[in-house]
T-cell receptor, first 115, second 121 residues
């Protein structure tokens, strides 16, 4: 069975600095997707970034980028120039290539951006 | 694009009553929607997968007679909590799977509704 592990329950970073959130996963599938979702205090889940496993190039979305290491089954999220609005709980998620569309979520990392 | 609405955002009900929560994909069709439950400061727990035109698939341990799911159209799924009890109080979130093949929108991505806070007295 697939599992997703986020080993950092809580993190903090100073505004304008860079922070990296870690995520590891376990799967025997070769084709899959990985996601980072953000859940601010409003509790609305927001897609931050997505990576297809067949792509070697790391995905980037403005200040957000990932370090995808397929062999190591690692998928970390880097937030550059952290802003107060980045304060949220961040979830790493795995989605298989099968047609069920289910996502397997990690436990989440609460990120606090300090002024 | 890829907006999902959820209604109501908050509901308080008496023990023993039933509550219906609606989940709509506003700008895309979703053959598959998902229902999650989330406790404070915890991850999302998948309850069931809702497929348009067919019966929902429930995760192990989720009572299908308690949590009725109907996916009557490509844009609407409903979750009905029947005979609600205080232990059913929680935050319920739906998501819709966007499987469009579009150069602009990522394929096969789940987009989430804003959630419904259910309080059973």
């Amino acid at each position: 069975a697939q599992t997703v592990t986020q080993s950092q329950p809580e993190m903090s970073v100073q505004e304008a600095e860079t922070v990296t959130l870690s995520c590891t996963y376990d799967t025997s599938e070769n084709n899959y997707y990985l996601f980072w979702y953000k859940q601010p205090p409003s509790r609305q889940m927001i897609l931050v970034i997505r990576q297809e496993a067949y792509k070697q190039q790391n995905a980037t979305e403005n200040r957000f980028s990932v370090n995808f290491q397929k062999a190591a089954k690692s998928f970390s999220l880097k937030i550059s120039d952290s802003q107060l609005g980045d304060t949220a709980m961040y979830f790493c998620a795995w989605g298989g290539s099968s047609n069920t569309g289910k996502l397997i979520f990690g436990q989440g990392t609460t990120l606090q951006v300090k002024p | 694009g890829a907006v999902v609405s959820q209604h109501p955002s908050r509901v308080i009900c008496k023990s023993g009553t039933s509550v219906k929560i609606e989940c709509r994909s506003l700008d895309f069709q979703a053959t598959t929607m998902f229902w999650y439950r989330q406790f404070p400061k915890q991850s999302l727990m998948l309850m069931a997968t809702s497929n348009e035109g067919s019966k929902a698939t429930y995760e192990q341990g989720v009572e299908k007679d308690k949590f009725l799911i109907n996916h009557a159209s490509l844009t609407l799924s409903t979750l009905t909590v029947t005979s609600a009890h205080p232990e059913d109080s929680s935050f319920y979130i739906c998501s819709a799977r966007d499987s469009r093949d579009s150069g602009r929108v990522s394929t096969d991505t789940q987009y989430f509704g804003p959630g419904t806070r259910l309080t059973v007295l």
